[in-house]
Structure formats: C-alpha cells, structure tokens
C-alpha cells in the first residue's frame, strides 16, 4: 500500500492537512525511490502533482505527460522506460519547462542514458494536435493533477484517446469533488485560489471518460483531502475533496462493466520493481503465482494492453455466468 500512503505527501499550496486516514510515514513507492534520489532537488522540490501515477512496466514505451511541471514524473518515467523508450513532457508554461529542460542533462548522466530520452514540449493539453502531437502516438498518457484545471474536460480526454496506441492507458491522478460543486463553492476565493474550482464529481467525470472512449474508467487510489483552513471546510457546505487516481484502458471491446465469464487470470510476478503483487485497481490486486477470479473487462486488460505477459489468463469468454461478483 505504498501508493496510498505516498499521497499523504501531497503539496496543495497548504490548505490541506494531511489526510486522516493514512497512516505511516509519508513517501514514494519503494519502487522510486532509489530513481527519485537521482532527480535534481529543484525538479523534485517543485513536485505540485497530487498522486503516483508513474506507470508499471513501462520499459521501451513512449510515454507522454500532460501538464508536467518542471518535470518530475518525465524523469521518473524516463527511467523506468529505459534508454530504448521515450518521454514527452507537455506543459503551456515556457517557465516551467525551462526549469525542466536545464536538468535534463545531468538528469540523463546520473541515470546513465546515453542518449536523452526526454523531450519537453509546450503546448495545451486540450489541444494537442497544436503541439504536434500525432494520432496513436504513445503506448501511456500520464497527468499528476492537471487535467481539472482545464475547463472542457472531455475535450481533454478525447485528445489522449486520439494520441493513445489501442491498448494503452491513461494513467492519472487528480482532485475531485464528491458532489456538483455549488456556485458559491466555485467562486469562493480561496477555492480559486487552491485550484479546486475546476474539481469536478467524481462520478460526472466517469462519464466523461465514457464518451471520450474509455468504457470502463478504474480508481486505483482515493484519499480524502481535509482543509487545513477550517473556515474554507465551513463554507464548502459538506462537499469533499477527494485526490484520486484513475487507469483508462483505450481499447474497444471492453464492455461498461465487469461481466462474469468464468475466467481468473495469475499474475506472473515479472513486473519490474512488482515481484510480490500488482495493483490492477482498487477491486484488483493480484498477488504474484495465485490465481484469482477477474471478470472479463479485467482479463480483457490483461492481455490486451502492455501487462500482456505478466499474467496468465486462465479460462475463455465462451460462456457467460452473469455479472461479475468478486
Ligand atoms: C498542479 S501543476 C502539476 C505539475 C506537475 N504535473 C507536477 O506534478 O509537478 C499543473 C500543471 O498543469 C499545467 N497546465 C494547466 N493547464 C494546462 C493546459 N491547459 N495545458 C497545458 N498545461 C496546463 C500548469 O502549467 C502546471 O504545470
């Protein structure tokens, strides 16, 4: 559970405590954290993402990060891509990618790429034919708390369908509200101010991501955000943020929910830096050599999208059983 507590380190400007419900030291996955000690202290001090959603095997994939800042999740996911694999950083703010382009350098040496296999780009995230960016171009679309501060959320989601190879995956992580915000909730100066206008319901945004193309949106981490500012908690009327991480799977045949086919699918436990389990989602955690029972949109991922490989599938979709139950 390193992922979840990992968001208790979460940078929110300060109107955020901690939240309650996590417990144990604050920190990266195990797995980054070696890789994070050779990341520049201003690229990683200047970290305002909200999540992990640095990708499992990602090893000579092309990957592309919407709104990345100065950087921080690019290198992250460069090493993990390896020198025959690429990242992309897109971000509109020529400052930010500034800061991220003058350590792209020594960030390459200490990781030991010959070559660099980054790339920052400017451009809006909304539109990202503007900034070149070509059809089926990236194997995984990353985004650490960027995506709610573009209004048109679902043009955004339709341009990372648009740019994902079938069988890729938008990885993300985000604020989000557990209810429509009201009006006076969205024009509270200090919700401006923290960026939280833009959070949508969580479930809206489900089904944003279903028109976009992606029929079956998983959370693989929630965590309740609490207001530091006790007066703003008040005022926001009951409503709660959540910081919450989100797989998209573009791929066409998976159905709006998880239909029983009998099927279980083993986890081989062959993920770099995963040798004991694999966190699918919050429904799906597979510990590595035992088999267990996956409903068909689940299967479906497994072996359709670059996890192929690491699981066995056990059982096919020839006759079906129902809705799938766990
Ligand atoms: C909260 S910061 C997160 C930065 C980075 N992902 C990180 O974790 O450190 C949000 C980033 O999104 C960028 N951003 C916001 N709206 C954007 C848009 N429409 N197009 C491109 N970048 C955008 C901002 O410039 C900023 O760098």
Redesign the pocket.
């Known amino acids: 559970m390193d992922d979840v507590r990992w968001s208790a380190s979460f940078r929110y400007g300060g109107a955020f405590d901690p939240p309650e419900t996590v417990a144990g030291p604050a920190g990266p996955p195990r797995r980054l954290r070696e890789i994070l000690s050779r990341i520049p202290d201003e690229v990683v001090d200047?970290?305002?993402?909200?999540g992990s959603p640095i990708p499992e095997a990602i090893e000579g994939c092309r990957v592309l990060?919407?709104?990345?800042?100065?950087?921080?999740?690019v290198f992250l996911c460069a090493a993990l891509a390896g020198p025959g694999g690429f990242v992309m950083g897109?971000?509109?703010?020529v400052d930010?990618l500034a800061v991220a382009r003058s350590h792209v350098e020594a960030t390459m040496s200490r990781l030991g790429h010959p070559e660099p296999n980054v790339a920052f780009r400017q451009?809006?995230?909304?539109n990202l034919g503007d900034a070149g960016l070509e059809d089926e171009g990236f194997d995984v679309v990353i985004?650490?708390?960027?995506v709610n501060?573009?209004p048109d959320k679902l043009r955004?989601l339709r341009e990372v369908h648009r740019v994902l190879k079938a069988g890729g995956e938008f990885y993300f992580a985000d604020v989000y509200a557990d209810r429509r915000l009201p009006p006076e909730v969205t024009r509270d100066p200090e919700v401006i101010r923290e960026?939280l206008g833009g959070a949508l319901y969580v479930g809206d945004f489900v089904r944003k991501a279903r028109q976009a193309g992606f029929p079956d949106p998983r959370i693989v981490s929630r965590q309740p955000l609490n207001l530091a500012d006790a007066d703003l908690q008040n005022r926001l009327g009951g409503v709660t943020f959540w910081a919450v991480t989100f797989r998209l799977f573009k791929l066409a045949d998976l159905e709006d929910g998880e239909e029983d086919y009998g099927q279980a699918a083993r986890y081989r436990g062959t993920i770099p830096g995963c040798a004991h389990h694999f966190v699918l989602d919050a429904d799906n955690r597979f510990e590595a050599g035992l088999a267990r029972r996956a409903g068909g949109n689940t299967t479906r991922i497994l072996e359709a999208s670059r996890l192929a490989g690491h699981f066995e599938i056990l059982g096919d979709r020839d006759r079906h059983f129902g809705p799938f139950r766990p």
């Open positions: 200047r970290f305002s993402g909200c990060d919407l709104g990345c800042g100065t950087g921080r999740d897109l971000d509109r703010e930010l451009g809006v995230i909304e985004s650490n708390r960027a501060m573009v955004v960026q």
